[in-house]
């Protein structure tokens, strides 16, 4: 595809329910990752990915937050037993081998837990 | 924590005025870049700068970066309203895994 696609576009869940985010990034970009970004805040990092492999993921906020990444290309970013303040904009952006290339970003995720 | 941050938080400005935002940041870096996000949605890449740069130029914009005061600065010239949207600055470490770390951002806001 032209660039980095992220589905569903919207999801409401009810407080408790697990949800997916799926992440497909640009082909041929071997790094990837996940932030997040509560309303009117900045981006908050989650998780990076180098081919199927994740260096770091200091940045998942607790055990309710998984991610996987397989075929070194779709990423899927999962959240078991929501809670209201995992509310927020899921952004994935994949980049060439290495982060200090620039970041080609999805349009998010916006999930809202009621 | 963030790497980054920038200022002002905030900045309002008449169409055709020129736009200073900031951005500090505390530890040694590769590169920094500047994003632009619309509408809180996905962000796009403005320009990247090297820690060996000290200014670069892409259209209406100027990125200058002292390395020795570890800070950056992203200058619009001649705003339009449709450079309204929030501006972030991005650091790449250096050394090893080079994280990317995004700071608050500057919500710049352009009148007609």
């Known amino acids: 595809g032209a660039g980095v696609s992220q589905s569903p576009s919207n999801k409401v869940t009810e407080k408790g329910k697990d949800v997916e985010l799926r992440c497909d990034p640009i082909s041929g970009h071997t790094a990837l990752y996940w932030y997040r970004q509560s309303l009117g805040q900045g981006l908050e990092f989650l998780i990076y990915?180098?081919?199927?492999?994740?260096?770091?993921k200091s940045g998942l906020p607790s055990d309710r937050f998984s991610a996987e990444r397989t075929g070194g290309s779709v990423s899927t970013l999962t959240i078991q037993r929501t809670q209201q303040e995992d509310s927020a904009v899921y952004l994935c952006?994949?980049?060439?081998?290495?982060?200090?290339?620039?970041?080609?970003f999805g349009p998010g995720t916006r999930l809202t837990v009621l | 924590s963030q790497q980054g941050e920038e200022d002002p938080q905030a900045l309002s400005i008449q169409e055709g005025e020129n736009a200073t935002m900031n951005c500090s940041y505390k530890t040694s870096i590769n590169n920094l870049q500047w994003y632009r996000q619309n509408s809180g949605r996905g962000l796009v890449h403005l320009i990247l700068?090297?820690?060996?740069?000290r200014e670069k130029h892409s259209g209406r914009l100027r990125v200058t970066l002292d390395t020795s005061k570890k800070s950056s600065s992203l200058l619009i010239t001649a705003s339009r309203a449709a450079d309204t949207a929030s501006y972030f600055c991005a650091t790449g470490s250096s050394g090893g895994y080079q994280k990317v770390t995004f700071g608050i951002g500057t919500k710049l806001q352009v009148i007609p």
């Open positions: 952006a994949s980049s060439l081998a290495g982060t200090s290339n620039e970041q080609f």
């Open positions: 700068i090297r820690s060996n740069e």
């Open positions: 990915f180098q081919g199927n492999s994740a260096p770091d």
